[in-house]
């Protein structure tokens, strides 16, 4: 249920309400000191969230769970690892604020190992391509 929040997420009101929806959820997924409901109400919706590159929600999700930042997907890859090949730097800039934790999560590898170093090395996603910053279009009709 958490997962489709994300979907509302827009600017003004809407990503307002909705980041306050999360508050909420994630203050009552807390409430209920499950593991399972972790699981299934907060793991999935940081790992989808992190692709989509909303990092008031990962944000959230870290605070209300810390041990969140250890989840991984189908790919062993974590949120930092699928930030990087999504190429969300507003959401890998949270590593800056773990502390010791940083250093661990850099040297983690996924399925195939590689690190954060391998995938920052591969080519960004075909959407983060095509996007020319307005001052290099410019410069190139000089």
């Given at each position: 249920m ?36 972790y ?9 989808v ?94």
């Amino acid at each position: 249920m958490l997962w489709r929040v994300l979907e509302l997420l827009g600017n003004g009101r809407e990503h307002d309400q909705a980041l306050q929806l999360v508050k909420y959820l994630c203050e009552q997924v807390r409430s209920l000191e499950d593991l399972k409901a972790y699981r299934s109400l907060a793991k999935r919706p940081l790992l989808v969230e992190v692709k989509l590159g909303i990092r008031e929600i990962t944000e959230e999700i870290v605070n209300s769970f810390p041990r969140a930042i250890l989840a991984k997907d189908s790919e062993d890859r974590n949120i930092f690892q699928l930030a990087v090949i999504k190429r969300h730097e507003n959401v890998f800039n949270i590593l800056y604020q773990m502390g010791e934790y940083k250093q661990y999560i850099t040297r983690l590898e996924d399925d195939n190992g590689n690190t954060l170093l391998h995938l920052v090395g591969n080519q960004a996603p075909i959407e983060k391509l095509n996007v020319v910053p307005v001052a290099a279009l410019q410069m190139q009709h000089v």
